[in-house]
C-alpha cells in the first residue's frame, strides 16, 4: 500500500495559510493526500466529494489524464522560456484556441499566472488604452459593492468586500463603486435570475454623471458574484450595465475568473447572458486549477490602439517573467481538450435543471433564508447566530468534512460549485450531506 496516506506532517508551525482560520486549523488540520476525478482523499484515507472543484477551478474533475500527460511531456520537453521578447508555440496556440471558444468580439490574449493578476492586467490595459488612443483623462474606475477581483491593490481597490480592504490603506484612488445587487426582501429562493434589480445598474449612469464621462475608463464586474457568496444578476441588470458603458465610452470588463470555463453551461458568462465586454478577466478553470495561469482577452479595437510608433519599442509596459509559461499552457491545452472531447460545458447546461431542483429541496431546513442558482453554481443562505456571523457557516463547512463532503462557505452562506463531471447521484449525496450538516449544526 502507498505510505502517501501517512504523510501528515508533524509541525504545522512555518506555514501561514492563506484566508485560513490558521489557529484552528492547526489544532484540528483538515489534510489532503490525493485527488481523483470527484473526490479527494483526507489524510485518514477518507474519500471526501468535492463540492466546490476545489476553489472554483477543478472543473474538469481531478488528475485528469490529458492535462497529467500534457505537463508531464511538456515538463521533460521543454520547461521554461523567458517570456519577454521569445516565444514557444504553444503559448500562441493556446491563444488561438481561446479565442475560438472566446465571445466572437474577442482578437487578443495577454496571459498571468492567477486571477488577481488578470484583473490588474486588465485594469492596466483599460487605462493605457485610452491614453493610446489620446484619451488620458479616463483615469478612474468603476467597481462593485460585494465585488471580489482578487487580492493585489488594483483588486482590492475595485472590490467590495470590506474585509479584504479595510487593513491596506488609501487603495487606488479615483475608483467609485456600484451598489451590489442583493435584494433578499425581494428575491429570495429565485431559481435562476432574480426579477427584481436590472434598475440598480442604472446607479452607474449616476456614477458617471456625477464625475463626468470624460473621466471614467472602465467598469468591472463579475458577472455572477462568486465569492461574495453567489449574487446572480437581476434579468436585464448586465445589459442595462452594457448600454450605458457604450453610451458613454466606457469599457466594460468582465472578471469571469469563476464563470469562465463552462460554469454557467457555456464557455463564458458573456455567452450566457448574451453580452460583449470589452475585456475578460479568466483563470482558475484555464488550466482546471492545476498550473497557475490566468488569461486575459481584449477586443482588437483595444489591442491594436497599441501597435503604433517604430517597431522595435515595447508596445506594452507589462507582463510577467511566467507569462505564457510553457508547462502552464500545456495544462491549459490539455484542459481545454478534456472539455471539448468531454463536452463538460454542455454537460453543466444539461446538469442545471436537476442541480436548481436539488438545491431547492433545501428550502425550510435549519436556518435557510436564501437558496440562490445558476449553471452548477449553488447559494445556501443561513440566518447568522445573533452576535457571531459566519460562525454558523464555518461549523456547517467544519460538518461536512467530518462527512465527507467539501463544501465552501463565505460569511453565512454555503457555496456550492462541484467539477462539471459530477453525476446526478453525487449531486443528490452532496445535496443531502448539506441537509444533515443543517440540522447538526447549532
Ligand atoms: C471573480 C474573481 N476574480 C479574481 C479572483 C482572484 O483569483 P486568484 O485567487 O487566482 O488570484 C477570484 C478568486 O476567487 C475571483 O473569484
Not at 482523499?41 to 471526501?48: E, K, S, V
Not at 454558523?392 to 460538518?399: E, I
Request: net charge negative; charged share 20%.
Amino acid at each position: 500500500m502507498s505510505n502517501r496516506l501517512n504523510t501528515t506532517p508533524n509541525d504545522l508551525r512555518a506555514f501561514w495559510m492563506p484566508f485560513t482560520a490558521n489557529r484552528q486549523f492547526k489544532q484540528n488540520p483538515r489534510m489532503m493526500v490525493a485527488a481523483k476525478d470527484m473526490h479527494f482523499t483526507a489524510a485518514d484515507g477518507r474519500q471526501i466529494l468535492d463540492g466546490t472543484a476545489g476553489l472554483w477551478c477543478v472543473n474538469a474533475g481531478h488528475c485528469r489524464p490529458l492535462i497529467t500527460e500534457a505537463i508531464r511531456q511538456q515538463a521533460g520537453e521543454l520547461d521554461y522560456a523567458p517570456a519577454f521578447q521569445m516565444g514557444h508555440p504553444k503559448a500562441f496556440e493556446l491563444a488561438n484556441r481561446l479565442m475560438d471558444i472566446a465571445p466572437d468580439n474577442m482578437a487578443n490574449v495577454l496571459y498571468t499566472n492567477s486571477g488577481s493578476e488578470s484583473v490588474e492586467t486588465a485594469l492596466k490595459v483599460a487605462l493605457a488604452y485610452h491614453r493610446a488612443r489620446g484619451d488620458g483623462s479616463r483615469f478612474r474606475l468603476i467597481g462593485r459593492e460585494r465585488g471580489y477581483h482578487g487580492v493585489n491593490f488594483g483588486g482590492i481597490s475595485v472590490g467590495g468586500i470590506v474585509a479584504n480592504r479595510k487593513m491596506f490603506g488609501t487603495l487606488l484612488t479615483g475608483v467609485d463603486h456600484l451598489p451590489h445587487t442583493h435584494q433578499p426582501d425581494k428575491n429570495a429562493f429565485t431559481r435562476g435570475e432574480p426579477e427584481h434589480g436590472a434598475d440598480l445598474a442604472d446607479e452607474l449612469q449616476r456614477i458617471v454623471t456625477l464625475h463626468d464621462p470624460s473621466t471614467i475608463a472602465a467598469v468591472i464586474v463579475e458577472p455572477v458574484a462568486g465569492s461574495t457568496g453567489v449574487l446572480i444578476p437581476p434579468k436585464g441588470y448586465l445589459k442595462r450595465l452594457r448600454e450605458i458603458c457604450t453610451r458613454h465610452g466606457i469599457l466594460l470588463i468582465f472578471d469571469e475568473v469563476i464563470t469562465g470555463y463552462g460554469r454557467l453551461g457555456s464557455a463564458f458568462a458573456a455567452q450566457h447572458f448574451d453580452i460583449k465586454p470589452d475585456i475578460i478577466v479568466t483563470a482558475k478553470g484555464l488550466t482546471n486549477g492545476v498550473v497557475p495561469m490566468g488569461a486575459v482577452f481584449v477586443t482588437a479595437e483595444i489591442h491594436d490602439a497599441f501597435m503604433q510608433g517604430p517597431e522595435h519599442l515595447i508596445e506594452f509596459f507589462h507582463g510577467y517573467t511566467y507569462s505564457g509559461n510553457p508547462i502552464a499552457c500545456a495544462a491549459a491545452l490539455g484542459t481545454l481538450e478534456t472539455y471539448k472531447q468531454e463536452g463538460l460545458f454542455e454537460r453543466a447546461a444539461e446538469l442545471a435543471p436537476y442541480w436548481e431542483e436539488a438545491l431547492h429541496s433545501l428550502k425550510g431546513e435549519p436556518h435557510v433564508i436564501d437558496i440562490r442558482n445558476i449553471g452548477l453554481v449553488g447559494a445556501i443562505e443561513l440566518e447568522p447566530i445573533a452576535g457571531e456571523p459566519t460562525k454558523r457557516a464555518f461549523s456547517a463547512f467544519v460538518r461536512a468534512w467530518e462527512k465527507g463532503a467539501l463544501i465552501r462557505t463565505t460569511g453565512d452562506i454555503i457555496a456550492l460549485s462541484p467539477p462539471l463531471i459530477i453525476s446526478k447521484s453525487q449531486i443528490d449525496e452532496l445535496i443531502d450531506c448539506v441537509r444533515s450538516v443543517l440540522n447538526e449544526v447549532a
